[in-house]
């Protein structure tokens, strides 16, 4: 009787141990939160990896000055730009100069003699990557601008072409001395036509006196 009690006990406080055990491992376990551990920005803006660069102007003429535009490079970053110049075509052998309406010949100057202008410079950007530079170039012909931002590689590129400076129409003496001469016969043309007046006139008056 006595050991049919302790066995008793014995099962009851096994039981009363086993339930909390039991109801713990059947709870369901709280799960790592997706916002826990957010994901890192990118360390520029998405539509930030297509560069460009722009020219204010696609034609000019020699002397005057452009203005070079860049955008979505690097956040305050050097970007490098270099200029490739392609001379205007010089005529073949045996062939004659290209000339201009007044009948003058255009002069083709080398290239290495013609420039001053940098071919290599450099430019800053802003916070948001963009920078704009003035350039005046000092050769003809077609410039190819090539801008790489240093820090985030990102290269873009544009065409300016450079034409020869508008020239005035000379003038000289052969110039001056067609309309001269052209005036020249307009006053001899009415000098006759005036004396063959005054002589008809005459003609007229003495004939019918006559009468």
């Known amino acids: ?26 709870q369901p ?4 939160s997706a916002t826990t551990d957010p994901p890192q920005p990118p360390p520029y803006p998405p539509n930030a990896g297509v560069a460009s660069l722009t020219v204010n102007r696609p034609t000019i003429y020699l ?36 000339r201009r309406s007044d009948g003058t010949t255009v002069a083709m100057a080398p290239v290495a003699y013609q420039a001053s202008a940098p071919l290599h410079f450099t430019a800053y950007t802003n916070a948001q990557g963009r920078f704009t530079k ?25 065409e300016l072409r450079v034409l020869h400076k508008k020239q005035p129409l000379p003038v000289t003496g052969d110039s001056l001395g067609t309309p001269m001469k052209l005036g020249g016969g307009l006053v ?10 005054l002589a008809w006139r005459r003609r007229q008056r003495f004939g019918g006196a006559a009468h």
């Open 1 to 26: 009787m006595r050991l049919s009690r302790i066995i008793m006990a014995l099962t009851v406080g096994l039981a009363v141990v086993a339930v909390p055990t039991a109801a713990g491992a059947a």
């Open 29 to 32: 376990q709280p799960t790592p």
């Open 63 to 98: 002397g005057e000055t452009v203005v070079l535009t860049g955008t979505n490079f690097g956040p305050n970053e050097t970007v490098d730009i270099t200029v490739t110049v392609t001379p205007q075509a010089a005529p073949a052998g045996g062939v004659a100069p290209a």
């Open 134 to 158: 003035t350039y005046k170039p000092s050769v003809t012909g077609l410039l190819t601008f090539t801008a790489t931002g240093r820090e985030s590689g990102r290269t873009a590129s544009t």
């Open 188 to 197: 001899g043309a009415g000098a006759v036509m005036l004396l063959l007046t």
